[in-house]
């Protein structure tokens, strides 16, 4: 068994392959858990990596997709919202609400509808690189069309 066949990579290939069917999971081979290792593995900047964070908000779940050199403002989740409260989604959540485990989270194929929002500081690169399931896998994409893959609304969210 190899990676792609996970069902949580199968989810996020599917979603790609719908949108494009030249988009594909690539498989690393060391781990892309976080934007500093996922630079690494691919030789780009930090920055080129979408973080998908999960914010569990008033009465849901926001995911939130962010330049990995940059950090999610509170704050500016809260009045992008308009709401009181907000904070980073529990492991159990992030299984529960998008299928993935922390590490492996990808923007698409998530086992129930999420609102998202994009930051605007990833328009910065040309080829960006995002999660596919798994914490080996990501794929490649660049700003316009991870807006589209996503339909994500894209903010000023970070600090």
């Not at 080129?48 to 995911?63: G, P, Q």
């Not at 308009?82 to 485990?101: P, W, Y």
């Amino acid at each position: 068994m190899t990676l792609l066949d996970k069902e949580s990579v199968k989810r996020a290939e599917k979603s790609l392959k719908q949108f494009d069917p030249k988009m594909s999971v690539i498989i690393l081979d060391s781990s892309a858990r976080t934007a500093k290792e996922a630079a690494s593995s691919l030789g780009c900047e930090v920055g080129a990596i979408v973080k998908s964070l999960l914010f569990k908000t008033e009465n849901s779940f926001t995911l939130f997709l962010v330049s990995g050199d940059k950090k999610a403002s509170l704050n500016k989740i809260k009045k992008t919202l308009n709401i009181k409260d907000a904070c980073l989604a529990t492991a159990n959540d992030v299984k529960n609400t998008t299928g993935f485990t922390i590490g492996g989270v990808s923007p698409v194929g998530h086992i129930s509808k999420i609102d998202i929002f994009i930051d605007n500081s990833l328009d910065r690169f040309k080829n960006l690189y995002a999660a596919a399931g798994h914490p080996n896998c990501v794929f490649k994409t660049d700003f316009v069309n991870l807006q589209k893959i996503t339909s994500g609304s894209i903010k000023d969210i970070t600090e």
